[in-house]
């Protein structure tokens, strides 16, 4: 790839000429000298290398020193046109972490010659994109299995309907549960990321498109036989689900009103009027723990293996994730309630 040399100090988009202060030849207003000299802006330079070849990629001249790494990315894309800034990766060493957005040049461990090493993460897609594509699939897939569309059982079952009221439950739920991660989706989650990586959505969508039509081909087949113990379990199960679902949706509300719009503040939550709030107390990610129980909730319903299987593959990649919000809690907030568990309260 080409070196390419930029001046870092055209004013950027709506600064104008009033950011002259860090912007080397702009014309100051009047030519009269100033009665006291300013204190001069030591400005840098800025290469930014291949992670993997480490060839020289670009080569930034007078950067101002509060520029941010999110500013320093635009510049790169100005000569790297295919490398908008929600795919660079800008480290300080080739195998070490990200930087993030907001770190301040001048507070990073550089000279006034700087060296960062680039990756490119691939193509990216919104987060909202991938979250509807990721839901709207259980969504419609376990709906073509409830009709009995054709081709997926005997043509003699085309379009009917299954005689146990526990079918028709189970259909309710499911929509109910992925019309809420839609709804969530688009006006209540607050994201800290914009983009994910493009080949991700393959594979959540795989996970969830396929064990949406696992679990609805089984609970919709016409030879499905209810719960043993019958409407007792149902109902118990049905008390569960709608428990964990509230429970979730409490949690998300608790999360979103840590973080203002727009901005990308983690906080630690806590419990809030809102008893279902109240499980922030010994756990660290209560919306992984109600959407377990949800599912457990799904599971006693149907009394049906895939589901069974979809809760346990969805509690253990859970249980992954939890132990890493919990250790990243731990690090970067030194007052973190030490009573708290990842996910399950005492155990896990
Ligand atoms: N069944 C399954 O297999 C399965 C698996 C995973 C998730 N889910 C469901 O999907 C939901 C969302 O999953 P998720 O992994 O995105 O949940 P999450 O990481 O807990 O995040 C939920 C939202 O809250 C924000 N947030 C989290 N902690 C925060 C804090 N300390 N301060 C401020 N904001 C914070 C997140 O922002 P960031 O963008 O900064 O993270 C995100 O917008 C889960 O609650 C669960 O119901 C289901």
Avoid at 153 to 161: G, L
Avoid at 220 to 232: A, C, D, K, R, S
Avoid at 259 to 278: A, E
Wanted: proline share 7%; glycine share 6%.
């Amino acid at each position: 790839m080409d070196t390419l040399a930029l001046e870092a100090t055209q004013p950027r988009k709506g600064q104008g000429s009033s950011a002259s202060a860090g912007v080397p030849g702009a014309a100051p207003a009047k030519r009269k000298p100033a009665k006291k000299t300013k204190k001069a802006v030591v400005f840098f330079e800025v290469e930014i290398l291949d992670a993997k070849t480490k060839d020289k990629l670009c080569f930034l001249d007078k950067v101002e020193p509060n520029a941010t790494i999110g500013e320093i990315k635009s510049m790169f894309h100005r000569s790297h046109p295919q490398f908008y800034p929600a795919r660079q990766s800008i480290r300080l060493d080739p195998k070490g972490k990200s930087l993030k957005d907001e770190d301040v040049l001048q507070h990073l461990p550089v000279g006034t010659t700087a060296t960062f090493y680039f990756r490119d993460l691939g193509a990216q897609i919104s987060w909202v994109t991938v979250f509807l594509t990721e839901y709207a699939g259980p969504l419609v897939i376990y709906l073509m299995f409830y009709f009995r569309v054709p081709f997926i059982y005997a043509p003699k079952y085309d379009f009917t309907t299954s005689k146990h009221w526990v079918v028709h439950l189970a259909c309710m739920c499911h929509s109910f549960h992925y019309v809420k991660r839609l709804l969530e989706t688009l006006f209540v989650h607050r994201f800290s990321h914009g983009t994910m990586p493009l080949r991700n959505i393959f594979k959540n969508c795989t996970y969830y498109w396929g064990f949406a039509a696992w679990m609805a081909y089984y609970i919709n087949h016409p030879l499905y036989t209810p719960p043993i113990y019958g409407e007792q379990q149902v109902k118990l199960a049905l008390i569960i689900f709608l428990f964990c679902q509230i429970g979730n949706f409490s949690i998300h509300i608790a999360l979103r009103n840590l973080r203002p719009p727009g901005s990308k503040t983690r906080k630690i939550p806590y419990p809030t009027k809102n008893p279902f709030t109240w499980i922030f107390l010994l756990v660290s990610c209560p919306n992984y723990t109600y959407e377990l129980g949800s599912w457990l909730g799904f599971t006693l319903m149907t009394q049906c293996l895939p589901v069974a299987f979809f809760t346990m593959v969805g509690f253990i990649q859970m249980t992954v994730w939890a132990k890493g919000k919990h250790r990243s809690y731990l690090k970067e907030f030194r007052d973190y309630p030490t009573l708290r568990s990842p996910i399950l309260p005492f155990v896990l």
